[in-house]
């Protein structure tokens, strides 16, 4: 920095340019205070508050108690729900998200050989995952419900056993999923983009080269569309460690009962269970029971996953900070 | 089977060998059309069939709802009024309203300079500032909400919106990506000139900057208006206890269980939830999937 001033210094003196420099610096400042107050306030405080708390007992009322390691002790040894709850977050994390890229790039991928129509494709694809989630939980409830719901109606004329869907443990989570592929539009537009910046050269040399169509994908398509992919599987990862809205709306209706967030426990994750989710143990502990510290536990563990996860996108993300041109 | 012509010496014979290889490979390529187009259009039926399905429900009688009945044997359009008077459809739009617009307006107050400064300006330290913004963009709010929610709840807001509008005033981490992305794209040329004419920095970014990136600003306050449009967890932790302030996620949540138990209903309260985001993705259509796929830039 200061070789590039003296060597520049037929331009202004160096107290003006130091004068410029701390003007930019203030400039800098300016455009940045709300947002490094945000930081402050809403992300570097809580979080070591979080940990904080998790080491107490609190509950709004009283001032926070140190209880040491009570709260993981219970966690780890003393919740059978928790257990509940983060097994059906798992499960999820396991199969919704990958369930959804592949489905995804399927869908992607057939948008990009329809010849005529695309743009129309497109938008009737992406259509469902506009829908606000509470309204396509409540429509997926209502098209799955096993008394009078369109597809058991459809599956009975044809003559095929009518599960219960959302309202059988076993078919409750699936049921969900069905919804999240309803829902891959978003995944679909990012894939679509990114296929079609495929480099065409790359596809002629591979057809002079007689490839098959999965060699085609295997060294063409996955190569150039990775970095996509991978962006694509941690904010999938992220999303669905906190899966709440459908899970709680699904075990709300299909239960038939007004608790929103569950205020009555016997109904919790139903049926059986099968829907609670790490998430919504958290909120029901910590804001509708109010056992602060253990939901701050909670949080503390769910924060080293996620944090995890993120480590994996900030090391590939290189690219995306080091400049737009991008070194892989 | 342009070898083939080339290597097949011209004659009667050989042009009918050829013809016949032409229109081979033509009738191949016109069943390879038709296929993909046929699983195409089977696709597109499965993906829209939802929407007929509630649709043909929500003009449904009451009598007929009860019934495993896909088709209205007479069509109600009266349901559609009944839903507001059985729940109050237009305080909770009205929340929800107040709730999207000030979060969105406040959202580009904050995060506009924030990404200017993230993406135009240069500054040591930028690049952990942003890695900064892709950890809060990350990280789950489940992680931090206890103490936040005691701070609302110290500042007697709990029960009301505020704790969802107020924290945009300080910035939003997925529309400072997304702004600083935009940002990014437009060539540095024009805030050099601007720079040059003795422009100030703010000068350079609201008279030069924010003209060129409008169709990404446009984008970003949609993403967030319908985040909170949409938003669920926000509302049900902060206003479950407070029906007054009750958005239609909310509402919707709750709505076949307090106020009806027949499917036609709610199938039209949740067409009406679904209605505006369908309206406006439709008048600004191009906005948003330019917008979507920004999102998923190389990572």
Redesign the interface.
């Known amino acids: 920095m200061t070789i590039a001033i003296e060597t520049r210094s037929v331009g202004p003196t160096r107290p003006a340019l130091r004068a410029k420099r701390r003007r930019?610096?203030l400039?800098?400042l300016?455009?940045?205070t709300?947002?490094l107050?945000?930081?402050a306030?809403?992300?570097v405080?809580?979080?070591i508050?979080?940990i904080y708390?998790s080491f107490t007992r609190y509950d709004?009322l009283s001032p926070p108690k140190w209880t040491g390691l009570t709260n993981y002790r219970f966690m780890f040894t003393k919740d059978p729900q928790v257990v509940q709850a983060a097994y059906n977050t798992l499960w999820l994390v396991a199969i919704l998200v990958p369930a959804r890229m592949l489905f995804g790039l399927a869908?992607a991928t057939?948008?990009t050989?329809?010849?005529?129509?695309l743009g129309l494709?497109?938008?009737?694809?992406?259509?469902?995952a506009?829908?606000?989630?509470?309204?396509g939980v409540?429509?997926?409830v209502?098209?799955f419900?096993p008394?009078?719901?369109?597809v058991?109606?459809i599956l009975?004329a044809l003559g095929l056993p009518q599960p219960l869907w959302f309202n059988d443990p076993t078919l409750s989570k699936p049921s969900l999923v069905m919804l999240g592929l309803?829902g891959v539009g978003?995944l679909m537009?990012?894939?679509l983009?990114?296929l079609l910046d495929v480099p065409k050269e790359q596809y002629e040399a591979a057809a002079l080269d007689g490839v098959n169509p999965w060699q085609r994908f295997r060294y063409v398509t996955l190569p150039n569309i990775s970095?996509?992919l991978?962006?694509?599987a941690?904010?999938g990862v992220?999303a669905a460690?906190?899966y709440?809205?459908e899970a709680?709306?699904a075990a709300?209706?299909a239960s038939?009962?007004?608790t929103?967030?569950g205020g009555n426990s016997a109904l919790l994750g139903y049926p059986e269970g099968s829907t609670l989710t790490y998430?919504q143990w958290?909120?029901v502990m910590?804001?509708k029971n109010y056992y602060?510290g253990y939901?701050?536990a909670?949080?503390?563990v769910?924060?080293v996953v996620?944090l995890g996860?993120?480590l994996i996108?900030?090391r590939?993300?290189r690219?995306?900070?080091?400049g737009?041109e991008?070194t892989? | 089977m342009s070898t083939a012509t080339a290597t097949v010496p011209r004659g009667v014979t050989a042009r009918g060998i050829d013809t016949r290889g032409n229109r081979r490979a033509k009738r191949r390529k016109r069943l390879g059309?038709v296929a993909?187009?046929a699983?195409?259009i089977a696709?597109?039926v499965v993906?829209?069939a939802?929407?007929v399905?509630?649709v043909l429900?929500s003009f449904m009688t009451s009598q007929q709802?009860?019934?495993?009945d896909?088709w209205p044997q007479s069509w109600h359009p009266g349901n559609y009024v009944e839903v507001f008077t059985k729940a109050p459809m237009w305080l909770y739009l009205r929340n929800t309203l107040l709730y999207a617009t000030l979060a969105t307006v406040f959202m580009l107050?904050?995060?506009i300079?924030?990404a200017?400064?993230l993406s135009r300006?240069q500054?040591k330290g930028r690049?952990v500032?942003?890695?900064?913004v892709?950890?809060?963009m990350?990280?789950?709010?489940?992680?931090?909400?206890?103490?936040?929610?005691?701070?609302w709840?110290h500042l007697h807001l709990t029960g009301t919106l505020w704790p969802m509008i107020l924290?945009n005033?300080?910035?939003d981490a997925f529309s400072?990506f997304l702004l600083r992305q935009f940002f990014?794209?437009i060539p540095q040329e024009y805030a050099d000139a601007a720079r040059v004419d003795g422009c100030?920095?703010?000068r350079v970014m609201t008279k030069v900057i924010l003209p060129m990136a409008k169709p990404g600003i446009a984008a970003t306050a949609m993403f967030m208006f319908?985040f909170c449009?949409?938003d669920?967890?926000g509302p049900?932790?902060y206003t479950?206890e407070n029906p007054d302030n009750w958005t239609?996620?909310?509402g919707?949540?709750?709505?076949?269980?307090?106020y009806q138990?027949q499917?036609n209903l709610?199938?039209a309260a949740?067409?009406l939830?679904?209605l505006p985001?369908?309206i406006v993705?439709f008048l600004a259509?191009k906005v948003f999937?330019e917008g979507?796929?920004l999102?998923?830039?190389?990572?």
């Open positions: 930019q610096r400039t800098v300016a455009f940045l709300p947002w107050l945000g930081v306030i809403f992300f405080y809580p979080l508050d979080t708390l709004l869908v057939l948008v050989r329809l010849k005529s129509g494709f497109r938008t009737v694809f992406y259509l469902p506009l829908v606000p989630p509470v309204a409540l429509a997926f209502f098209l419900n008394a009078t719901g369109p058991n109606q009975g309803w978003d537009i990012i894939f983009a990114s970095p996509v991978m962006f694509a941690i904010t992220i460690l906190q709440f809205t709680v709306v709300s209706v038939g009962q007004a929103t967030g998430a958290l909120y910590g804001f602060l939901a701050s909670l949080a503390v769910m924060f996620s996860v993120t996108l900030l590939r993300a690219s995306l900070v080091y737009a991008g892989r | 059309f993909d187009h699983v195409g696709v597109a993906f829209l939802p929407f399905f509630i429900q709802a009860l019934t495993g896909l107050l904050s995060s300079p924030a200017y400064a300006l500054w690049n500032a942003f890695v900064v892709l950890m809060m990350m990280l789950p709010p489940q992680v931090t909400q206890v103490p936040i929610y005691v701070m709840t924290p005033l300080l910035g400072i990014l794209t100030s920095e703010w319908f449009w949409n669920f967890y049900i932790l479950s239609i996620s909310l919707l949540a709750s709505f076949r269980n307090l138990v499917w709610t199938m949740t067409i939830a679904m985001v369908l993705f259509q999937v979507i796929t999102t998923g830039v190389k990572g």
